[in-house]
């Protein structure tokens, strides 16, 4: 079974630009969560989607967002840019979440100049 | 200060040697996660401790959970150079019938031939 796939790998953006990744879960699983890990904040939670929705979120401003569609393929779309959104984007999935385990894709590094 | 500290922050060992990695929560535990990661890549699962008490093992590596002092250890034994990475705890909150992972700061090994 394939595992947690995210694309693209490395992204080098501007102050001020906006950013889409892109996250395809496990086969058969629905819920995707998004995480941004950097050396001073550590690994945090951005959100959850489940069934197309938005079940969990994180402490992030509204710059970040993220969607699901019905094939359970999730985006995140981080809007104006700043050099502190410089960082490793990871996305796990589950096959409903709960008390599941999570498994983690490779990750996209974004880079902001 | 972080709800979930690892110790030590960092861990230099000989190849064949044991080693401990603690992971303490300032909040209740409902369960522990147990990831491990190479630098700038995604998270491998290792372990999902559930209940106070429980303790598990793969291969060389051992868990376990106490609930009462809210902490959890991993414990390997004999260790190899495939060993090396950065050790995450991450602690589940169960909101919205998802969840969402709180990690710890990470312990960093390295293992010498």
């Known amino acids: 079974k394939a595992g947690v796939t995210q694309t693209p790998r490395y992204l080098i953006k501007t102050r001020g630009q906006q950013v889409t990744l892109s996250c395809s879960p496990i086969?058969?699983?629905?819920?995707v969560s998004w995480y941004q890990q950097t050396p001073g904040q550590g690994l945090q939670f951005l959100f959850e989607?489940?069934?197309?929705?938005?079940?969990n979120k994180g402490n992030f401003p509204g710059r970040f967002s993220g969607r699901q569609f019905s094939n359970s393929r999730s985006e995140m779309n981080v809007s104006t840019l700043e050099l502190g959104d410089s960082a490793l984007y990871l996305c796990?999935?589950?096959?409903?979440?709960?008390?599941?385990?999570?498994?983690f894709g490779p990750g996209t590094r974004l880079l902001v100049l | 200060s972080q709800e979930l500290e690892q110790s030590p922050q960092s861990l230099i060992v000989q190849e064949g040697k044991n080693l401990t990695i603690n992971c303490t929560s300032s909040k209740t535990l409902y369960g522990l996660y147990w990831y491990k990661q190479k630098y700038g890549e995604g998270l491998i699962f290792l372990m999902m401790?559930?209940?106070?008490?429980e303790e598990k093992s793969h291969e060389k590596i051992t868990a376990k959970l106490d609930e009462k002092k809210q902490q959890s250890s991993l414990h390997i034994t004999a260790s190899q150079p495939s060993h090396a990475g950065i050790y995450l705890c991450?602690?589940?909150?169960?909101?919205?019938?998802?969840?969402?992972?709180?990690f710890g700061t990470g312990t960093q090994l390295k293992v010498e031939l």
């Open positions: 989607y489940f069934s197309e929705t938005q079940r």
């Open positions: 086969s058969g699983h629905r819920s």
């Open positions: 991450g602690a589940p909150r169960y909101t919205g019938g998802g969840n969402k992972l709180t």
């Open positions: 796990a999935s589950t096959k409903a979440g709960g008390r599941e385990t999570q498994y």
């Open positions: 401790l559930q209940k106070g008490g």
